[in-house]
């Protein structure tokens, strides 16, 4: 044996050692510091609460605070072929050209392989324990789909064994329920309606989704004598005129309130659009332009000024509580360079059936915002994180909720080019374990 492999680890000072182990990203690396010797591993302080990490879907994670990209490493199929395919500028990124991440909650990630044959196959991927699972349910209900067909939301209600939730933009499931080991539920005669829902959250075991116009609908999930979870019922709890169902029996949520209603010219288009829908093919294989749904954004006029924003709404639990963010955003550079131009905070009072203004802070928590997942997050006790400040992934910048300030993007080149080389509602935010609570 080489004498040299004998000699004992050579002992740094302290600080030195406690500093090397904050710039350790990876779990698997933090555990081999800590392997190393009993001084190394008593300088392995549990690390601050920092901010999460931004997920390019052609897999690669950016590190928010300090503007780095990592590559994960414990995917296996990143080593493998993408059938010949090949991109350009591909060396950023880990994932060959035939896998792609599609969604997250918390500290997992939503994987969609594709083969040869155009075949898809989903998982479930946890970067930080390793942890792969397959999904073979949904595989069969949707591995067979055009290429037209995406997913835009991957939602697990807790753990991986519980209900998944996914949103696509096909007219025909825009919601599908699943649950490992058991099946998939495919939304049928009842998939109209829920295709104007443009966002969806879990609140405990509830479902809730939102329209564009601002509409709240719980969607009632029971499960069948397989266990397969289902939407049995649908109920607008905020707004009205939404068309819905409840044990199969169907039913327009129209009241006689003589209330004012700002969003009736919407109610009719989607009225229009519920009836449309009735018309497109269930055949996912065979998906045209118009059974495509759009991603919730509409543009508005801003005051005077001839410049349109684009505006849209995320649902996010926090506390206990349903919140609605508000975000609008403006293009400056023809669709780059993308910011904050306004930003309205709401909370569902059910019981009212209206949504209350959120005014001043956010109880210490800091919301992060993503199209495929949104969390809130308690801020204190963290050094990266700031107290009632909402982070937005698509225009890289932040809301402060006392001060009514928006922050302007840092500047750092190469990881905000790497950033937007994505679709910016693809980008996902991943929480590193000890933020999952």
């Avoid at 030195?16 to 800590?34: G, W």
């Avoid at 209900?141 to 949103?167: M, N, Q, W, Y």
């Avoid at 939304?187 to 075991?205: K, M, N, R």
């Avoid at 800091?366 to 009632?388: G, N, Y």
Wanted: glycine share 6%.
């Amino acid at each position: 044996m080489d004498e040299s492999m004998e000699r004992p680890c050579p002992e740094l000072p302290v600080d030195v050692l406690v500093l090397i182990f904050a710039c350790l990203f990876y779990p698997a690396d933090c555990a081999r510091f800590q392997a190393v010797s009993r001084s190394w591993r008593s300088a392995a302080h549990p690390p601050p609460r920092r901010l999460p990490w931004i997920m390019h879907p052609a897999g690669a994670f950016l590190n928010p605070s300090n503007r780095v990209l990592h590559h994960p490493v414990s995917f296996p199929e990143t080593a493998s072929s993408s059938n010949g395919r090949a991109h350009v500028g591909r060396s950023f990124f880990s994932f060959p050209c035939n896998i792609r991440c599609v969604g997250s909650t918390d500290d997992w990630i939503a994987i969609d392989c594709q083969d040869a044959a155009n075949r898809h196959t989903y998982l479930l991927h946890n970067e930080f324990s390793g942890m792969r699972l397959s999904l073979p349910e949904l595989d069969a209900a949707i591995g067979h789909v055009s290429e037209l067909f995406e997913i835009h939301k991957v939602l697990l209600r807790s753990t991986p064994d519980d209900i998944i939730a996914l949103k696509t933009n096909h007219v025909s499931c825009p919601i599908i329920l699943t649950c490992r080991g058991k099946g998939v539920w495919l939304p049928e005669q009842h998939a109209g309606p829920l295709a104007i829902i443009i966002d969806v959250a879990f609140l405990g075991d509830r479902l809730y989704g939102i329209t564009l116009d601002e509409r709240l609908v719980f969607l009632d999930i029971a499960f069948d004598d397989n266990g397969v979870p289902m939407v049995i019922g649908a109920k607008c709890v905020i707004g009205k005129h939404f068309y819905i169902w409840s044990n199969g029996e169907d039913y327009d949520d129209d009241d006689d309130d003589d209330d004012d209603d700002d969003d009736d010219d919407d109610d009719d288009d989607d009225d229009d659009e519920i009836e449309d829908n009735e018309e497109h093919t269930y055949d996912l294989t065979k998906m045209t332009e118009e059974d495509i749904i759009g991603r919730g954004i509409k543009f508005i006029k801003v005051d005077e000024s001839p410049r349109y924003v684009k505006a849209t709404c995320y649902l996010i639990e926090s506390c206990g509580k349903l919140l609605m963010v508000r975000q609008q955003v403006l293009s400056p550079g023809g669709g780059f360079n993308e910011m904050t131009h306004k930003v309205d905070v709401f909370e569902a009072d059910v019981s009212a059936a209206k949504w209350v203004p959120v005014n001043g802070g956010l109880g210490g928590q800091a919301l992060f915002i993503s199209k495929p997942f949104c969390k809130s997050v308690s801020a204190t006790c963290s050094e990266e994180m700031q107290e009632d400040v909402i982070y937005f992934i698509d225009t890289d910048d932040e809301f402060n909720m006392r001060s009514k300030t928006i922050s302007a993007p840092r500047d750092a080149w190469d990881y905000n080019n790497i950033l937007r080389s994505a679709e910016l509602h693809e980008l996902t935010w991943v929480f590193p374990p000890e933020l999952v609570a």
